[in-house]
């Protein structure tokens, strides 16, 4: 497993029924401690043993105390054993109180689970600017009675969620030299969802023993590609991220940068970043349509993440596709106040198989035929620039009445 040979012939499999404890090791559960009022809202993972830990986090200058308190739990060893997750409250914008709840949240899982406080990173999603109640979340961790060996990633699954209409998870697998092994993924978000990790969570799992600092290159590099190219409402929340347990359970030999099996564990890790994100961008609060935009031909990379973003960003474009109106005007708009510079006399601009633009210029083409295309759950809307080589996809979803409806309400 050393040759580029040998490396063309494996892929990576979707498992379709695969979860976060389908990797070898991990445990997880879910139950209501009372934060919400009926659902499930404290969510726990378990590696049975040290895993090493990487996180990208949230860009919003009001980063909560949870993300801080897991940051110091990160950075102290490079690597955890134990995950909490609270949703129904976010403890931001809570000052010195907020850190003596996110600490005291870490110490009484470290305590149940039996692990140093260091091992333990804790998470919290949902209103912002009210205490924890820390009460509760030490009632709900008491309750469990067992942790090691508990494969109920179904409970964790909706634990975490917020106005999500649907748990997001994805899972790979791959077979190398009779060892098979796992890379699994679960997520929340739905609103206030905009590139450089907005309000949504996710939680990576793995088996694969690889080093540390191979893990945390592959997860800000697939980050990029996948959770920083979708957008729901342009809007980024306090608390969020992306965390990923490598816990080395599959006995393969350790990866590094410089391995072969490096690019193999990066492409197994998009997979399950870029079906996670996809699904958050479909389930998008009040969304009916997932919008995929791909731009090819540009002169950069962050070039056509750009322009990719902006469409998929627009507000005009996304009512349009709500109202399955083939407004054609909306995307050249778009790609024209990227800030991106470009020839517009070279653009070509399909919305799906339909020619709606070339050359710059708009061609005929049937607005009925466009029409019963819009009408599908997924719309795709293809950009070629002809200025280079480098292409970006981002996605995101249409904008409808019920949007406005979820977040005018948010916290009745």
């Not at 709840?101 to 305590?111: D, K, L, S, V």
């Not at 958050?280 to 962050?302: C, F, H, P």
Request: glycine share 8%; charged share 20%.
């Amino acid at each position: 497993m050393k040759t580029d040979i040998l490396m063309e012939h494996v892929k990576w499999t979707d498992v379709t029924h695969g979860h976060i404890c389908t990797p070898l090791g991990f445990s997880a559960g879910g139950l209501h401690c009372g934060i919400n009022r009926k659902r499930k809202d404290l969510g726990w993972i378990y590696s049975s043993v040290p895993a090493k830990a990487a996180a990208v986090y949230t860009t919003n200058i009001f980063q909560a105390p949870p993300l801080k308190v897991t940051q110091e739990s990160i950075n102290e060893n490079k690597t955890l054993q134990g995950v909490l997750v609270n949703s129904g409250n976010a403890n931001s914008c809570t000052g010195e109180i907020g850190f003596i709840n996110a600490y005291e949240m870490r110490r009484i899982y470290a305590q149940k689970a039996g692990l140093l406080e260091n091992d333990v990173a804790v998470i919290s999603t949902g209103v912002i600017g009210e205490q924890l109640p820390i009460q509760k979340i030490q009632q709900g961790v008491e309750s469990i009675t067992t942790i090691e060996g508990v494969r109920d990633y179904d409970a964790f699954h909706h634990s975490i969620l917020t106005t999500d209409t649907f748990p997001k998870q994805a899972c790979v697998q791959i077979t190398i030299d009779g060892k098979t092994m796992t890379i699994a993924g679960a997520a929340k978000g739905s609103g206030m969802i905009h590139p450089n990790m907005a309000t949504m969570l996710g939680f990576i799992t793995t088996d694969i023993n690889i080093q540390s600092s191979a893990l945390n290159q592959a997860l800000k590099d697939v980050t990029n590609e996948t959770f920083n190219m979708i957008t729901v409402d342009g809007d980024t929340s306090t608390n969020d991220m992306v965390l990923v347990l490598a816990n080395g359970l599959a006995n393969n030999s350790e990866w590094s940068l410089h391995d072969q099996e490096y690019l193999l564990f990066k492409e197994g890790l998009k997979q399950v970043c870029e079906s996670l994100a996809k699904q958050i961008a479909r389930d998008g609060e009040g969304a009916t349509k997932l919008i995929e935009v791909q731009v090819k031909g540009a002169l950069t990379n962050s070039d056509a993440q750009t322009i990719a973003k902006t469409i998929v960003g627009s507000s005009l474009v996304k009512t349009a596709i709500y109202g399955e109106d083939a407004n054609w005007g909306r995307i050249v708009s778009a790609v024209g106040y990227s800030g991106i510079l470009f020839d517009p006399m070279n653009i070509h601009i399909s919305l799906g198989p339909i020619k709606i633009v070339e050359n710059g210029l708009p061609i005929s083409f049937k607005e009925s035929e466009a029409a019963l295309y819009l009408k599908n759950e997924k719309i795709d809307i293809h950009i070629q620039l002809g200025e280079g080589t480098n292409n970006a996809t981002a996605w995101g979803c249409d904008l409808s009445y019920d949007y406005v409806r979820i977040n005018a309400s948010y916290r009745t």
